[in-house]
């Protein structure tokens, strides 16, 4: 039976051009039943039958009260969860998902070039990756460093060479895309994705191919 991805892409504040972009590129993995929507209802509803969620640029306050006990007890309970880019900037008031995702957005600088380290390529996301990546993107500061949360299963696949580009602003260690265990599910977030044209470099789409698999539970 192929697994079922839900993929979310509500937003209620800034809204990425590269949505269309990023959802016919999750389609055309061709590994999962793919299921879109913006509908704050269809976290209302069971999520069972879901390998994994992705909120795939998501901004602002997208979920209801029901949707986010819904989410919180699917994902607790052994569902997978992903977030890409914006997912960093949504549900600022639900003190869950911070946890969940492992941190939240603060700033960028504008869109350029730049280099990241490939810090663990033991992963499904990254080991197609070079040890040193040429990335052009939308470089996200958060908050906090996930690796400083002491949650103790956070692990840091990639982070910003700062040095490589303008304005980054949380210094030599910063993680830019990671994964961690919330309850018995598996959660994978990337900062990465910010243009349309993301959606169409090879690299990108393995790497968040693989975090959607490792997830999901169907890549190791």
């Not at 990546?133 to 982070?159: M, S």
Request: a negative charge; hydrophobic letters at 35%; proline letters at 6%.
């Amino acid at each position: 039976m192929t697994a079922r991805l839900l993929v979310y892409t509500r937003t209620t504040d800034y809204r990425h051009d590269s949505i269309p972009d990023a959802v016919a590129a999750v389609r055309a993995l061709g590994e999962y039943d793919v299921d879109h929507t913006e509908e704050p209802s269809a976290l209302e509803a069971s999520l069972d039958g879901y390998a994994a969620v992705v909120f795939l640029s998501t901004s602002g306050e997208v979920l209801s009260p029901a949707g986010r006990e819904r989410l919180a007890r699917y994902v607790d309970s052994g569902g997978g969860f992903v977030g890409v880019h914006a997912a960093a900037c949504t549900e600022y008031d639900w003190p869950y998902y911070g946890e969940l995702l492992g941190a939240r957005f603060a700033g960028h600088p504008a869109p350029q070039p730049g280099k990241a380290f490939v810090e663990d390529r033991d992963h499904p996301a990254t080991r197609h990756l070079p040890a040193v990546w040429d990335v052009t993107d939308e470089w996200y500061d958060f908050r906090t460093n996930p690796r400083d949360q002491g949650r103790g299963r956070v692990r840091v696949l990639v982070t910003a060479d700062e040095s490589s580009y303008d304005g980054g602003r949380m210094g030599p260690d910063h993680p830019l895309a990671w994964c961690r265990e919330q309850g018995a599910g598996r959660v994978f977030y990337t900062g990465l994705g910010h243009a349309r044209e993301a959606y169409r470099d090879p690299e990108f789409v393995a790497h968040l191919g693989g975090g959607i698999g490792w997830a999901a539970g169907v890549a190791v």
